[in-house]
């Protein structure tokens, strides 16, 4: 608290809410395991490039997250629809026209020369006033939609995930192991520390890391006085948990 005074840092007094809470420091990789995909949780970095080292972290992982503005791979509305169209049919659940259209995006034509679709099924389907009589169908019955045996095939088996590129395969392996909702909205978000002002989150991860012109700013008070009140800002937004996590590079020790 003092060093923040002398830093020019307004006293600030914390609220019950944050009484009882926890404050750790763990590696990034240790700290990146913790995070729960169902908690609310904010991943925090002094800049975008280490803000994006962490959601590839995250991806790894498959960790659902999204960023605090935007959209997302894994939040991506017409993506996440059509990999929840595939994932209800494998589990033998209906799905609409609309979840329908979504996941003949997401699929090619043919799988090892084979059509995957009745000619013409994608091009039907792409008219919203073909699709909006239509009643929700469960993969037995997708034949009537255009799909073929091949189609229904890849589904039971699983090896949909083969076909689909690359985020829409992380999205469904997400989807698998942490359920439909996680792929919609992302408990996680990812943020430098300037787009995080005036959030607040159960858990903070907090990257300790600073950039190089950073670290040649804090040589002067001034500088040194400007970074910690950001990162002071950043170190009072979790409700019950702060993970000050190290990676490698330079940190900043004055935190």
């Known amino acids: 608290d003092e060093m923040m005074y002398r830093a020019g840092v307004p006293r600030r007094a914390f609220s019950a809410k944050n009484e009882g809470g926890e404050i750790v420091r763990a590696y ?3 700290a990146l395991d913790s995070v729960k995909p169902g908690e609310d949780t904010l991943v925090l970095a002094r800049t975008n490039d280490y803000a994006k080292t962490a959601a590839s972290m995250l991806d790894e992982r498959l960790i659902p997250w999204r960023p605090v503005k935007g959209g997302s791979q894994q939040a991506a509305p017409a993506r996440a629809e059509g ?3 595939l994932l209800k049919l494998q589990q033998g659940k209906e799905i609409t026209g609309d979840e329908f259209w979504r996941l003949l995006d997401l699929l090619p034509s043919r799988a090892s020369g084979t059509p995957l679709f009745e000619s013409g099924t994608k091009a039907w389907f792409k008219d919203a006033k073909n699709r909006e009589p239509l009643t929700p169908t469960v993969l037995a019955s997708i034949g009537d939609w255009g799909g073929t045996d091949a189609f229904k095939e890849i589904i039971d088996s699983g090896r949909y995930v083969e076909l689909l590129e690359e ?3 992380r999205m469904a392996l997400v989807a698998q192991r942490h359920g439909l909702d996680a792929i919609g909205n992302p408990r996680c978000r990812v943020s430098t520390c300037h787009g995080a ?3 607040e989150a159960d858990h903070v991860v907090l ?3 600073i950039p190089y012109p950073s670290q040649k700013a804090i040589e002067e008070e001034e500088g040194l006085a400007e970074e910690r009140r950001l990162w002071y800002t950043a170190a009072t937004l979790p409700r019950h948990k702060l993970t000050i996590a190290e990676a490698d590079g330079e940190p900043f020790p004055e935190l």
Do not use: Q, S
């Open 28 to 30: 990034l990789d240790e």
């Open 83 to 85: 990999v929840k169209g």
């Open 167 to 169: 985020a829409p395969a």
């Open 197 to 199: 002002k005036g959030m």
């Open 207 to 209: 990257l300790n890391r």
